[in-house]
């Protein structure tokens, strides 16, 4: 059972580079999510999206873009690095309704020097 | 900002009961109450969750409180395993159904 997979696992850039996290989910599930989790901190949403050709912005977007051209995949790209942007990274993945159980990968560790 | 207001750690011992408590007083009418947990280096794990009566499930049970404005998860027997941060967590209806997570309680489990 995949669940939700995220790669890379770990990722060091420089300031200023560009960069695309994926993430795949082979559960059928529409609802799909970025978050950012900071030390100490709970997690944070980046974007999100409710199902293919449809996203929509988070609490902390800024810095960001998403797409989501299948059900399956939902890759998050940042457009140029900065420091601030060093966090883990967490993909989510859910049915629609609002007190279905999300499904989250492992996270990608980034660090933006 | 998080609906929800859980004390920041807790200890306890392996083999005994654990309650990890929650407030949540501007909850809806319709809001579900969920659990995760995350384990280090991992992602958040679905534990339980409930609207108003109490719930139980192979990881753990949630008593939610008649007015619904706090609820408390209980795990019958921790293990050592069972060390992780537990976030209690309301729906954000500013974006869709996604999930407003505070800092979470750091449960610590002793030999």
């Known amino acids: 059972n995949a669940g939700v997979t995220q790669t890379p696992k770990f990722q060091v850039l420089k300031t200023g580079q560009s960069m695309t996290l994926q993430c795949a989910q082979d559960m059928n599930h529409e609802y799909m999510s970025w978050y950012r989790q900071d030390p100490g901190m709970g997690l944070r949403l980046i974007h999100y999206s409710v199902g293919a050709g449809i996203t929509d912005q988070g609490e902390v977007p800024n810095g960001y873009n998403v797409s989501r051209s299948t059900t399956e995949d939902f890759p998050l790209r940042l457009l140029s690095a900065a420091p601030s942007q060093t966090s883990v990274y967490f993909c989510a993945s859910s049915s629609l309704g609002g007190n279905q159980p999300q499904h989250f990968g492992d996270g990608t560790r980034l660090s933006i020097l | 900002d998080a609906k929800t207001t859980q004390p920041n750690s807790m200890e306890s011992n392996e083999e005994e009961p654990v309650h990890l408590p929650c407030n949540h007083s501007t909850i809806s009418g319709t809001d579900y109450i969920h659990w995760y947990r995350q384990l280090p280096s991992q992602g958040p794990e679905y534990v339980i969750h409930?609207?108003?009566s109490n719930v139980n499930n192979r990881m753990a049970s949630l008593a939610i409180a008649e007015d619904r404005k706090s609820s408390t998860l209980i795990l019958h027997r921790a293990t050592l395993r069972d060390a992780a941060v537990y976030y209690c967590i309301l729906r954000d209806n500013n974006y869709g159904q996604n999930f407003v997570f505070g800092p979470g309680t750091r449960l610590s489990v002793l030999p």
């Open positions: 409930g609207l108003t």
